[in-house]
């Protein structure tokens, strides 16, 4: 079966760092993305993983490993405008399919 | 340089009738997907096109489920006999190459079946 996990919730602090972690079981591996989804909008592309380790796009980060089956991302100096849902998604399978968790809803106060 | 566009933004329909959602992906985006997001929940993948290829229909719900996706740009999703459980976001994406695996998201059209 398929499977990805991530928190429901989280909620930080505008200027702090918070970690939002993924786990997945699928049946197939061809790399993990992360995705911004701001209320009622579409998801935004964040980041590709498809080899082990840190990948560092300014104030966002994402890793992985796929030993584990384990993935985070990472954002640093949090704005009140990340406040949003983050999408774990494992392309898993031929054709370029994503299979995506149920988002973690990160709400940042002053 | 236009996104990814869908139509209706918004639709409301009586259980029971069809309903088609219209995706109009970028321009030479070859791959075409079709999701679905209920309230609270991750994108449920439906349907997939990647040039003249046969579709990877896997994710289809149930045979009143349905869409093409002529002359290789725009797609449509008709949904028959609606169902108040199809109530729904439908979102469609686009990526330049079967090997890209960036996929660009349209607005999306929020389905209300009464």
């Known amino acids: 079966g398929q499977n990805i996990d991530q928190p429901t919730e989280m909620t930080a602090t505008e200027g702090a760092i918070v970690q939002i972690n993924c786990t997945y079981q699928?049946?197939?591996?061809?790399?993990l993305f992360w995705y911004q989804q701001h209320a009622g909008e579409a998801p935004t592309f964040l980041s590709y993983?498809?080899?082990?380790g840190l990948e560092e796009k300014g104030r966002f980060s994402s890793f992985l490993s796929r030993s584990k089956g384990y993935s985070y991302l990472l954002l640093k100096e949090l704005q009140m405008k990340d406040s949003a849902s983050y999408l774990c998604a494992v392309h898993s399978g031929g054709y370029n399919k994503l299979i995506f968790g149920a988002g973690t809803r990160l709400a940042v106060h002053p | 340089g236009a996104g990814v566009s869908q139509s209706p933004s918004n639709k409301v329909t009586e259980k029971g009738k069809d309903v088609e959602l219209r995706c109009d992906p970028i321009s030479g985006h070859t791959a075409l997907y079709w999701y679905r997001q209920s309230l609270g929940q991750g994108l449920e993948f439906l349907i997939y096109?990647?040039?003249?290829?046969?579709?990877?229909k896997s994710g289809l719900p149930s045979d009143r489920f349905s869409a093409e996706r002529t002359g290789g740009s725009v797609s449509t999703l008709t949904i028959q006999r609606t169902q108040q459980e199809d109530s729904a976001v439908y979102l469609c994406a686009s990526s330049s190459t079967q090997s890209s695996y960036e996929q660009y998201f349209g607005p999306g059209t929020r389905l209300t079946v009464t």
């Open positions: 699928t049946s197939g591996f061809n790399g």
């Open positions: 993983n498809v080899l082990d």
């Open positions: 096109f990647q040039g003249n290829s046969a579709p990877d």
